[in-house]
């Protein structure tokens, strides 16, 4: 598809803070030509090839939403919990943003049971039945809804493995890019300068430490599923 | 230098994405299931640079030294995203390949709005931060920095805290606070809001000194010269000279009292107040005279501390009772009440003299009948007083006989002893004349 403008302007970028990189001797040396310079012990991520690598990203993304293609995306830092799971929502993504759990993706098969499980709960619980149980029993599967729900709350809608994997923080997500390596899915992640670049797909080199940043690339990556699905449906 | 730059990050990615896609390429043909010569080369540059090798979609053996994959899921999945994979490679070729290309900005732009933007805490600044997550041992507050700050439990607040949300920190909250520590090894800032809270204390306490009112603090510690106070959140320092003298030190520990400032200052922290300066005000609401409610707080072989409206007087045991007391605590025992008559109060010192003798219908009542005293204790104390006001207007006549005389009176000042006693709010209009016996 012909590449669209994103919107992708330099001050909203500063102005988040999206250009501020881990401090100088935390670094990965694979990161070198994406780092700008280093300034007061924190290195300066170049901007321009974080801009151009998040229109790229952008344009897979909606080329992919037009297709029908499901997305996962997953952060679980405290900065970026809640903000994850309100573009997800608003993107219709599945996402994870509690913790990870260990073969989420190449143990799917499990994970569905669960998710059978946790659907199966809900169901009883909105037809009242849970309340019918002797009290413990009732105490019990309520706590396992809550667990379900908190762990699972995010890909509760998901049928099949993701089709791309927008992961947040690479450094915390470590087994999530290892499953998706492992299962040839595609992944866009926001590498910081303590990542290692060539683990995922496209890197978008920005800060995932603050909340304005993470804010600002979710919304433009989520724009630009928005954009696809809704081009999908113009078409039809 | 653009061009120097672009082709300097051109030729490092270049590099990488050369053997990272040649990695990937070999390790999709070999998926097809044939184990090319290439492959060697591929694992040879993957193994050099370190990328992760992509475990092949089959599950089959790549090469030797390259464990086998067991994953039934990557096994089972029909192979849909390879077109997927395929394009998001070339898109990422194409990044590297065309840097500028749809990018609105340019580098030079870029390097020079990097000053404008620069961001500099120093320790000791005020910041305005948003809380967004409030754990068991602190919370996290967005600033606006690189990363977001912490604010532990110990400095949210002058106070022991249990949790932060006490203080009122819950996730959405904007307040102020002061970097106290930046740039821990996690990049991040800590924040204090005890200092902020100090600052205030300080300033509180001095407007206090300035109006002169008398606070309360919770005694917390003795030690050698005096006590520890807690006010305002601050310690202060009561010497022993300055509390009132009918309480030991020691048992004033962990009790509230009445304190005023003496000295406050804050580049040197000395907070000293004082509990005598603050007591010394509510005795001049006893007059002499004057009947009070007591309750007997410890007795002594000299006599009993007998505790009204605050402050402590002594009732001595010769003004116990008329008949001879071998000991108080055949009458009186700690807790009694009783109303008791005040004989003299010395301000100075704060030091009131009691006695019940004078409230005594007959003599030696109070050891055999305490309860009549209580109830005529009203009477007796204004019988007593008119026999006061007797005694001095017999002296008063007395001396004007002597000035009349001529002779040397004595040159008292009776206004002020009359003043002293209470006697200008006496009304002597129901009282008999003195008749000669």
């Not at chain 1, 037809?127 to 413990?136: A, E, R, T």
């Not at chain 2, 590297?96 to 900005?105: A, I, K, R």
């Not at chain 2, 106070?229 to 962990?254: C, K, T, Y």
Request: glycine share 8%; with cysteine; aromatic share 6%.
């Amino acid at each position: 598809m012909k590449q669209k403008s994103w919107d992708i302007h330099l001050e909203e970028m500063m102005e988040a803070g999206v250009h501020f990189g881990h401090q100088a001797r935390k670094w990965n040396p694979k990161m070198t030509s994406y780092i700008f310079t280093e300034r007061k012990g924190i290195h300066i991520l170049n901007l321009t090839q974080t801009a151009r690598f998040l229109s790229e990203a952008c344009d897979l993304l909606a080329n992919a939403a037009s297709g029908g293609k499901q997305f996962l995306i997953v952060g679980t830092k405290y900065q970026a919990a809640d903000l994850v799971a309100s573009a997800a929502t608003r993107a219709r993504c599945h996402y994870v943003n509690k913790k990870w759990l260990g073969g989420m993706l190449t143990n799917w098969s499990t994970i569905e049971t669960r998710l059978q499980r946790f659907r199966d709960l809900e169901d009883k619980e909105n037809m009242g039945l849970l309340n019918q149980l002797p009290k413990k029993e009732a105490a019990n599967l309520k706590r396992q809804l809550a667990q379900l729900r908190k762990n699972l709350g995010g890909i509760k809608y998901m049928t099949s493995l993701p089709d791309i994997v927008i992961i947040i923080d690479q450094q915390k997500e470590f087994t999530a890019i290892q499953e998706c390596i492992t299962l040839g899915i595609p992944t866009i992640c926001l590498v910081d300068t303590d990542c290692n670049p060539d683990l995922t797909d496209i890197p978008i080199p920005a800060n995932d430490d603050a909340r304005a940043s993470i804010r600002w690339i979710l919304n433009k990556l989520t724009s630009a599923i928005r954009e696809g699905r809704y081009n999908s449906m113009e078409i039809k | 230098m653009e061009i120097a730059a672009a082709m300097a990050t051109r030729s490092v990615a270049v590099s990488t994405g050369l053997c990272g896609q040649g990695s990937r390429e070999v390790a999709r043909a070999v998926g097809g299931g044939a184990i090319q010569s290439s492959s060697l080369l591929g694992m040879k540059s993957s193994r050099l640079l370190g990328v992760k090798l992509r475990a092949p979609t089959g599950g089959q053996v790549v090469a030797a030294g390259v464990s086998r994959v067991q994953c039934r899921v990557a096994v089972a999945t029909p192979r849909v995203k390879d077109d997927l994979m395929a394009e998001a490679e070339e898109r990422w070729y194409n990044a590297l390949e065309s840097p500028l290309e749809g990018v609105e900005f340019t580098y030079e732009e870029f390097a020079d709005a990097l000053s404008k933007y620069d961001f500099s805490f120093e320790i000791g600044d005020t910041v305005k931060g948003i809380v967004f997550k409030a754990d068991y041992n602190g919370a996290l507050i967005d600033i606006g920095a690189k990363a977001p700050a912490y604010l532990p439990l110990e400095e949210a607040c002058i106070y022991k805290l249990k949790s932060v949300e006490e203080v009122g920190l819950v996730a959405g909250v904007e307040e102020e606070f002061s970097i106290i520590r930046d740039d821990d090894k996690n990049g991040r800032m800590i924040l204090s809001m005890k200092k902020l809270q100090h600052d205030f204390s300080w300033e509180r306490c001095r407007q206090l000194q300035m109006d002169d009112v008398t606070i309360r603090g919770k005694a917390l510690s003795a030690n050698r010269g005096g006590v520890v106070v807690d006010v305002e959140g601050l310690r202060g320092f009561v010497p022993f000279s300055q509390i009132s003298a009918r309480q030991n030190p020691e048992d004033v520990v962990d009790k509230e009292l009445p304190l005023k400032f003496l000295e406050v200052d804050e580049e040197r922290t000395r907070l000293v107040l004082s509990n005598r300066k603050a007591i010394a005000e509510n005795h001049i609401a006893f007059g002499i005279g004057s009947v009070v409610v007591g309750t007997v707080q410890s007795v002594k072989p000299y006599g009993a501390f007998v505790d009204i409206g605050g402050v402590s007087g002594l009732l001595h045991i010769s003004q116990i009772s008329h008949d001879r007391l071998t000991s108080v605590e055949t009458v009186l025992s700690p807790g009694d009440k009783l109303k008791v008559m005040i004989l003299s109060q010395d301000k100075e010192r704060s030091r009131i003299s009691l006695s019940t003798k004078k409230l005594e219908p007959t003599p030696g009542d109070m050891l055999r009948n305490p309860a009549l005293v209580y109830e005529k204790a009203d009477e007796m104390a204004k019988t007593f007083r008119q026999r006061v006001a007797q005694a001095e207007a017999a002296a008063r006549a007395e001396e004007l006989r002597l000035q009349q005389e001529g002779g040397f009176g004595l040159r008292g000042d009776f206004g002020s002893t009359a003043n002293a006693l209470g006697l200008d709010l006496l009304d002597l209009a129901d009282i008999p004349p003195a008749v000669q016996v």
